[in-house]
């Protein structure tokens, strides 16, 4: 995924505090997406690479084992949450870890967009996601949920609140 982010922060060194705290509430305080087993591998301002493990209780069509679609959308929506809430972070780096943070309590998902190019079939699948923009009260963000060899199997576009 690339894009032309000119509005956006660039990459910054974040505070390890911040990358746990992000880590802890997508990983473990949305049970849901614990539950999914969904693994925050890196947090950049510039985007967000996560992993899914098949599971059984993911499968949404039996004869195929292939990952059910709601899990799909479930995924890349919080991916795309949490690409949107690194690049507001970022943005705000002259804010205390804690003020950026408690950004999050006002942040919400309002237009979701999810395409199913290809059967989400495989032991694991990798998720990227990135802002596309944030301003004061909307950001934006576009996601790829991919098969292990790269091949995109389902995109998604997003808007979230952001105060």
């Known amino acids: 995924m690339t894009s032309s982010r000119s509005d956006l922060p660039a990459d910054v060194d974040f505070e390890p505090e911040f990358l746990a705290a992000l880590h802890e509430i997508y990983e473990e305080k949305i049970v849901f997406n614990q ?32 990952i059910h679609g709601g899990v799909i959308s479930a995924v890349l929506d919080a991916m795309g949450s949490l690409a949107v809430m690194a690049a507001m972070g970022a943005k705000h780096m002259d804010e205390p870890v804690a003020k950026r943070l408690e950004r999050f309590t006002r942040h919400s998902t309002i ?23 944030v301003g004061a009260k909307v950001g934006n963000a576009r996601m790829e949920f991919r098969s292990l060899d790269g091949k995109v199997l389902s995109t998604g576009t997003a808007a979230y609140l952001t105060s």
């Open 35 to 66: 539950w999914m087993g969904l693994r925050v591998e890196s947090i950049k301002a510039t985007g967000i690479v996560a992993s899914l493990v098949m599971k059984p209780e993911l499968v949404g069509h039996f004869a195929y084992n292939r």
């Open 111 to 133: 237009d979701l967009r999810i395409d199913f190019l290809r059967p989400g079939i495989g032991e694991r699948f990798v998720i990227h996601a990135e802002a596309m923009r």
